[in-house]
């Protein structure tokens, strides 16, 4: 069984302890039993047992769904924070209490549950006010929910069970209330459109259903926060109805984000389909299917390689592993403890960890042999490397020897032989001398062409001295049979690629002389994206094999040395078709 | 006649000029580079050049490009090109407009005093001078229906001689006939291969090589 190993960021966090959560849920049990105390002791109270549910309704399904969003992303301060407002929105009940302290404390945070709702709103789902706008919004919200509460109370505002009030003036703080709620009503649509902008800016990937409701969920609960603030502020009739609404649509948002909780273990279910696409298919595109189940197209894989102690691409490429910043998050995948690969996926996604760590955990196998896949690849690349050095270094080689022999040798050897000639010019008197000096420069000449076979053979100076075009064509004219050459509008290229494709025609034409009987050749050169294409072909008997021939087999070396394809069509009797394609990028 | 010399090989270099001071002809300049030849004739053109293919710094077509260049801008300078190996490619790029006063011989040829001169004096005055291992390359060439399997043994020598730009006096020499019946043998290749016929020596050169390589 692979194991998963999350790499979260610096601002990791260790999980709640669960004697903490408990805490917590026994002390909103607690607060509630508290509420229905207040509230039967209250006595004035219109309808106790319907407030008492009411309250209960809006704080309890918070404070649990936030306890268990800690318990599950303690990364997230969404959870810290549903807790918060639960707690925090009880407080208004104190002022069902005629201890005046208390009583003082529950008038002021009368109001508070609007200012709360939409920062806990807003906060989806990091549990933080990503942008500046809703930063602005919710701090304007306290101040109109908490700090207007406490000019209204200080005017002697509600009623003289408080503690606050300064000087009597009923009217400035009625006119004061209707200020207050008329703001949070627009704040509270405002937030609706913040909440909307947000969302429509999501990429279409992550704008996922359960999500989709809880936005919906948290616009309506909004609409419906300033629906009531403003019927408060008109004394419309039906406030009471209305109240019943909004608290119970409020005290579903909780419930909504349960149930998207419920979703990433229902999205587990990918794993299977995975598990079945993976049986399936031997070879898969394994990031494909790991993105699919993962529901993150922008998901890349890399693998370690422990041979070449580093990352590495599906293609053995060496890479890193990314910041972690950037809204990306890594979890590396061990096997036997040993670490294997890492899937590099959206931030959001790290919302949802136990999908990443089953998706990680069902796709171990196959991970460990797509490792194994790219570490061949990057043996490849290689051998592939260390071919090419070869290749070049015994190409450098040949030129020095070829260059030595025509700046030392050869020029020496025609020195020779002008000075021989020179003196055969002076000895023309004498038959005898004119003799020998005849036969030592005919020695002298035959030296010097198998000098310049060698030479030749060692390297094709030509082509590095004025371009495969003019080398080429110097080839084709020595061949026996008539050969249609097209070179049209050849740029000059490497040398090595030059040099590589003079040999493919040059191999090429040999073998149609030697071995095919060919009596016609094409041979045509040309650049085609980045690539030289090089094609030789005879009306020859064909059944050339580049395995059996070490001038063919040489010839792919070459080819391939240099990142490029050499193929070889040779059916018997329908002639032979020799195409290299070369990269000269 | 007058004639500069562009060699990296010292040796040679003396060499070669060695053997035209004794054929009496004055060596204006003994060049090391082609720059130094090309600066050479600014000041005081001659009346032949003779050019390495491979010279400093790079070894690869410096000696082409000079030789290109004193075609272009000096037509009256014949230019006589030296190499180690003689290219097919290279000899058309050299004839690419005609073959007036030009050559292009392999290094060996300096050996051969006597031909060696008088290849020089034929490209000094305009007329070309090209390696018989060029035209006998193109001649091994087997093509279907091809018009030179009509050739008499004695055509196709004519043929080469004439494509490496001997006069009619010099194919007559060559071959130990008279020039009449050297004029004769040209006329009847020409009619044989169906080339029309040419006036000049070097045109005749530059049309023999189009139909081998055709």
Redesign the interface.
């Given at each position: 069984m692979a194991a998963v190993l999350p790499l979260l960021p610096e601002r990791h966090r260790a999980p709640p302890r669960p004697a903490l959560l408990w805490i917590l849920g026994l002390a909103a049990v607690a607060s509630c039993a508290v509420t229905a105390g207040l509230a039967s002791v209250n006595g004035q109270l219109y309808q106790p047992a319907l407030r008492v549910l009411l309250v209960s309704w809006i704080t309890l399904p918070y404070i649990f769904a936030g306890i268990v969003a800690w318990k599950r992303r303690p990364d997230s301060a969404f959870g810290p924070l549903m807790i918060l407002a639960g707690f925090v929105i009880q407080l208004s009940i104190l002022q069902w209490t005629n201890q005046p302290v208390l009583n003082t404390i529950g008038q002021l945070c009368d109001l508070l549950v609007a200012a709360v709702w939409l920062h806990v709103f807003l906060a989806y789902p990091s549990g933080r006010l990503a942008g500046r706008a809703e930063r602005v919004v919710v701090i304007m919200a306290y101040v109109a929910a908490v700090g207007l509460q406490l000019v209204i109370l200080m005017l002697g505002g509600f009623d003289d069970r408080h503690l606050l009030t300064v000087v009597e003036r009923r009217t400035a703080a009625e006119a004061m209330q209707n200020v207050q709620l008329l703001t949070l009503s627009a704040l509270a649509l405002i937030g609706v459109v913040l909440l909307w902008w947000r969302w429509s800016a999501l990429p279409r990937w992550q704008r996922r259903r359960p999500a989709q409701i809880l936005i919906n969920c948290f616009s309506l609960s909004l609409v419906m926060l300033a629906a009531l603030l403003t019927a408060g502020a008109f004394q419309l009739p039906g406030f009471e109805i209305i109240r019943l609404a909004t608290f119970a649509v409020a005290g579903l948002a909780p419930l909504a984000f349960l149930a998207g909780l419920l979703d990433a273990r229902l999205a587990k279910g990918g794993v299977g389909e995975l598990m079945v696409r993976l049986r399936a298919d031997p070879q898969p595109d394994l990031r494909e299917l790991l993105a699919q189940a993962l529901r993150d197209p922008t998901l890349s894989l890399i693998y370690w390689l422990p041979q070449y102690g580093s990352w590495a691409d599906q293609d053995g490429n060496p890479t890193n592993l990314p910041e972690l910043d950037n809204g990306r998050r890594v979890t590396i995948v061990k096997q036997n403890g040993e670490q294997v690969a890492a899937l590099v996926y959206d931030a959001t996604l790290g919302e949802e960890p136990e999908l990443v760590e089953a998706v990680s955990a069902a796709a171990g196998i196959a991970l460990e042999n797509g490792r194994l896949e790219a570490e061949l690849r990057a043996r490849l690349q290689d051998l592939q490397g260390s071919r090419t050095r070869a290749i070049e270094a015994q190409q450098n080689e040949r030129r020095r020897l070829e260059?030595n022999l025509?700046?030392g040798a050869?020029?020496?050897l025609?020195?020779l032989?002008?000075?021989?000639?020179?003196l055969?010019?002076q000895a023309e008197s004498d038959p005898a001398t004119q003799t020998r000096l005849k036969s030592a420069?005919s020695e002298?000449?035959q030296s010097?062409d198998e000098l310049?076979d060698i030479?030749?053979g060692l390297h094709p100076?030509?082509v590095?001295?004025?371009g495969l075009?003019?080398?080429?064509?110097?080839l084709v004219?020595?061949?026996?049979?008539?050969v249609q050459l097209t070179t049209d509008g050849l740029p000059r290229l490497p040398e090595q690629v030059e040099v590589a494709a003079y040999y493919v025609v040059s191999e090429s034409l040999t073998n149609a002389a030697k071995h095919a009987q060919a009596?016609?050749v094409s041979v045509d050169v040309g650049v085609a994206e980045d690539s030289m294409i090089v094609e030789v072909v005879d009306n020859g008997i064909g059944g050339a094999d580049s395995e059996r021939g070490t001038g063919l087999r040489g010839l792919a070396d070459r080819v391939e040395a240099l990142d490029g394809r050499l193929r070889i069509w040779s059916p018997a009797g329908k002639g032979t078709r020799v195409r290299a394609e070369l990269p000269c990028g | 006649m007058r004639v500069a010399i562009a060699e990296d090989s010292v040796l040679l270099r003396e060499g070669v000029a060695q053997l035209l001071t004794d054929a009496h002809i004055e060596v204006t300049a003994r060049c090391g580079t082609a720059d130094e030849l090309l600066a050479c004739i600014v000041h005081d053109p001659p009346d032949a050049v003779i050019v390495d293919i491979r010279l400093p710094p790079t070894h690869t077509d410096e000696g082409m490009r000079a030789a290109l260049t004193i075609r272009q801008q000096y037509p009256d300078v014949g230019v006589l090109v030296l190499s180690q190996y003689v290219e097919v490619g290279l000899a058309m790029q050299l004839l690419a407009d005609s073959a007036e006063g030009v050559g292009y011989l392999l290094k060996d040829r300096v050996s051969e005093v006597k031909e060696f001169i008088a290849a020089l004096r034929r490209v000094a005055d305009g007329g070309s001078a090209l390696d018989p291992t060029i035209v006998s390359t193109m001649l091994k060439r087997h093509r279907s229906s091809d018009p030179l399997d009509s050739l008499t043994p004695r055509e196709r020598e004519v043929l080469e001689l004439m494509a490496t730009g001997a006069s009619n006096a010099g194919i007559a020499d060559s071959m130990v006939i008279t020039q009449r019946a050297a004029e004769k043998y040209v006329s009847t290749i020409f009619t044989k291969l169906g080339i029309p016929a040419t006036g000049s020596e070097s045109r005749r050169v530059l049309a023999v090589l189009l139909f081998l390589r055709s």
């Open positions: 260059r025509h700046d050869q020029q020496r025609v020195a032989a002008l000075e021989l000639g020179l055969a010019e420069r002298l000449a010097l310049r030479a030749r100076a030509v590095s001295g004025h075009a003019v080398a080429l064509e110097s004219a020595a061949m026996p049979f008539e009596s016609r | -």
